[in-house]
Nanobody, 125 residues
Framework: VQLQASGGGLVQDEGSLRLSCAAS????????VGWFRQAPGKEREFVAI?????????DYADSVKGRFTVSRDNAKNTVYLQMNRLKPEDTAVYYC??????????????????WGQGTLVTVSS
């Protein structure tokens, strides 16, 4: 499976963007897919996860809960991250990642084995 993230761009404070993570390969539905972000000078941090079929729905970082929504369309091999009410502190490169994380470590970047190339989101104040 290969991942391709897209949809980043420049948006104003309180604006919205939708990121997409398109995957190749027939086993996509068996992977849980996470979104991470990395701002300049900061460590990569967990944003959200869409669990694989049968493993539960979604989880979010506290910083994005209520503003971001992750969803997946297994028929299209795509996971989406709808980001609303964006803030300047959401500015970062956003990455999607796929793997078999477990409940106790899904927020850790090293729980995922496959990574997309990243897409830049810039929120202006």
């Amino acid at each position: 499976v290969q991942l391709q993230a897209s949809g980043g761009g420049l948006v104003q404070d309180e604006g919205s963007l939708r990121l997409s993570c398109a995957a190749s390969g027939s086993t996509f539905s068996s992977y849980s897919v996470g979104w991470f972000r990395q701002a300049p000078g900061k460590e990569r941090e967990f944003v959200a996860i869409a669990w694989a079929r049968g493993r539960g729905s979604t989880d979010y970082a506290d910083s994005v809960k209520g503003r971001f929504t992750v969803s997946r369309d297994n028929a299209k091999n795509t996971v989406y991250l709808q980001m609303n009410r964006l803030k300047p502190e959401d500015t970062a490169v956003y990455y999607c990642a796929a793997g078999y994380p477990i409940r106790s470590s899904y927020y850790a970047w090293n729980a995922y084995r496959l990574w997309g190339q990243g897409t830049l989101v810039t929120v202006s104040s």
